[in-house]
Every structure is written in C-alpha cells, then in structure tokens.
C-alpha cells in the first residue's frame, strides 16, 4: 500500500487527504515530507476548487510546481 502511495505522490505531483478523524485538517503529502495543514490553508494555498474536490473524493492530487512547494514549506 505504501509503494502505491509513493507512485501517486511520484506521478501526481503533491497529494492531499483528511486527517483520519477530523474535518477541517489535511495532510500534504510532498516528495520528501508530509505536512498537515488546516482546510483554511489548503484553500489559500491551492485555491476552492482543490477543497471541492477534497470534499468529493477524499483525496486529491495537485500537480508538483514550485510555487505550490514553497506555500506547503512555508506551513
């Protein structure tokens, strides 16, 4: 399941899930490191359309660019 995981973050660029539990947390799963940053932040980061989509399917995949990157490393 890891490996699986691994090749989305690989293939899809940055990808986002709720933290297991909660309704407003995400974790951020970066080449590298993941963070956890709060659905508010997610929003200014990536924009509404990334947290409709959260909403919808649980789990998304931003593509990897450096803006994004240096949002995510700034949290």
């Known amino acids: 399941m890891q490996t699986l995981q691994q090749g989305v973050v690989t293939v899809g660029g940055?990808?986002?899930e709720w933290v297991p539990?909660?309704?407003n947390q995400v974790k951020v799963r970066l080449p590298?490191?993941?963070v956890q940053v709060s659905l508010e932040?997610?929003?200014?980061?990536?924009?509404i359309d990334?947290?409709?989509e959260l909403y919808l399917k649980?789990?998304?995949s931003l593509p990897l660019?450096?803006?994004l990157r240096e949002a995510f490393d700034k949290v």
């Open 32 to 34: 590298g490191n993941d």
């Open 65 to 67: 660019n450096s803006k």
């Open 21 to 23: 539990g909660t309704m």
């Open 41 to 47: 932040q997610l929003q200014k980061i990536a924009g």
């Open 50 to 52: 990334a947290v409709h």
């Open 14 to 16: 940055i990808q986002c």
């Open 58 to 60: 649980g789990l998304i």
